[in-house]
């Protein structure tokens, strides 16, 4: 387990598969030319119309980066990626740290 801080959100402790699994994230996006937030977001809107991309940002500039998503197509094979790389029995670990279970009300 590696401990990671991130501004603005509580810090916590995550099982290294599942940093492997962001770090694989983040180098499709790079390979895209992608930020991993439009990734992500272009991800979401290859759900369908049935699904709803919510983004929040605290800068301008992210707003930018966040809305260049929707002008992404990712491409079929790159979607397969995404689906291999994060099938549901390869995250390792609960979803919150134990720690924010009693302020989530679990």
């Not at 991130?6 to 992608?34: E, K």
């Not at 929040?56 to 998503?69: F, I, N, P, R, W």
């Not at 929707?70 to 979607?79: H, I, K, N, Q, R």
């Amino acid at each position: 387990i590696r401990d990671i801080g991130v501004t603005g959100v509580q810090t916590c402790a995550l099982p290294i598969s599942n940093l492997a699994m962001v770090d694989r994230f983040t180098a499709i996006a790079r390979s895209l030319s992608l930020s991993p937030a439009q990734l992500a977001l272009a991800w979401v809107l290859h759900l369908g119309e049935s699904v709803l991309a919510v983004t929040g940002t605290q800068s301008d500039a992210k707003l930018v980066d966040s809305a260049g998503a929707m002008a992404v197509t990712l491409p079929a094979d790159v979607l397969e990626e995404l689906q291999l790389v994060f099938q549901p029995e390869a995250r390792s670990g609960t979803r919150y740290p134990a720690v924010m279970l009693p302020d989530l009300g679990v």
